[in-house]
Nanobody, 124 residues
Framework: QVQLVESGGGLVQAGGSLRLSCAASGRTFNSYTIGWFRQAPGKEREFVAAIKWGSSSTAYEDSVKGRFTISRDSAKNTVFLQMDSLKPEDTAVYLC?????????????????WGQGTQVTVSS
């Protein structure tokens, strides 16, 4: 089992940057893919990015490619989401999540463990 805690959200102007962190508990952190999802009011939860166990492979939703970068620091049991060139449509609650060990998915239904979320608001 893994527990996840997000941080780093806030209010930023369009074109600005934020870096989100997802801190994970447990000694088997490197066995887990970590994914980022977001949910805006009245909208379904959507996939943003994921990094596979061992950080050898990443995936991004099309609208964030070239603007967001996911990375992991195994020594700190933390995954980061660097968000640049932010747009008002990026406004949402951002959640990190993990599926079962050694699983990879871009679907929220594929994830078992979720953090509480952090709010990102981009003003125009």
């Amino acid at each position: 089992q893994v527990q996840l805690v997000e941080s780093g959200g806030g209010l930023v102007q369009a074109g600005g940057s934020l870096r989100l962190s997802c801190a994970a508990s447990g000694r088997t952190f490197n066995s887990y893919t970590i994914g980022w999802f977001r949910q805006a009011p009245g909208k379904e939860r959507e996939f943003v990015a994921a990094i596979k166990w061992g950080s050898s492979s990443t995936a991004y939703e099309d609208s964030v490619k070239g603007r967001f970068t996911i990375s992991r620091d195994s020594a700190k049991n933390t995954v980061f989401l660097q968000m640049d060139s932010l747009k008002p449509e990026d406004t949402a609650v951002y959640l990190c999540a993990a599926p079962a060990p050694y699983r990879f998915s871009t679907l929220s239904s594929g994830y078992n463990y979720w953090g509480q979320g952090t709010q990102v608001t981009v003003s125009s």
